[in-house]
């Protein structure tokens, strides 16, 4: 098992920034990718954001692309996400999850075997 707990969110200004943590606990963080996700009330599961266990791997949905950044600290077994430019659109409730195939992207939210609770964020216009 894997317990996840996210922190960081809010209510912040159009064009502001936010940066999200994710700390883990259980099994060895390093065996896992981790994803970031948001979903906005009557709206679907988003893809954020996925990072492999090294870090060196990135992906970003199209509409954070440029904006959002990914890192991970193992040493920490936290996992952020940095949030510039932060739009109207970006409020929802984000999720971090764990997906057990360490070096591969996996962006269905289906294939992730543990999530966080979810921390709000709000952007006002």
């Known amino acids: 098992q894997v317990q996840l707990v996210e922190s960081g969110g809010g209510l912040v200004q159009a064009g502001g920034s936010l940066r999200l943590s994710c700390a883990a606990s259980?099994?060895?963080?390093?065996?896992?990718?981790m994803g970031w996700f948001r979903q906005a009330p009557g709206k679907e599961r988003e893809l954020v954001a996925i990072?492999?266990?090294?870090?060196?791997?990135?992906y970003y949905g199209d509409s954070v692309k440029g904006r959002f950044t990914v890192s991970k600290d193992n040493a920490k077994n936290t996992v952020y996400l940095q949030m510039n430019s932060l739009k109207p659109e970006d409020t929802a409730v984000y999720y971090c999850?764990?997906?057990?195939?360490?070096?591969?992207?996996?962006?269905?939210?289906?294939?992730?075997?543990?999530w966080g609770q979810g921390t709000q964020v709000t952007v006002s216009s």
């Open positions: 999850a764990a997906n057990g195939q360490p070096t591969t992207l996996v962006i269905n939210p289906n294939l992730y075997d543990f």
């Open positions: 259980g099994r060895t963080f390093s065996r896992y990718s």
């Open positions: 990072i492999t266990w090294d870090g060196v791997r990135t």
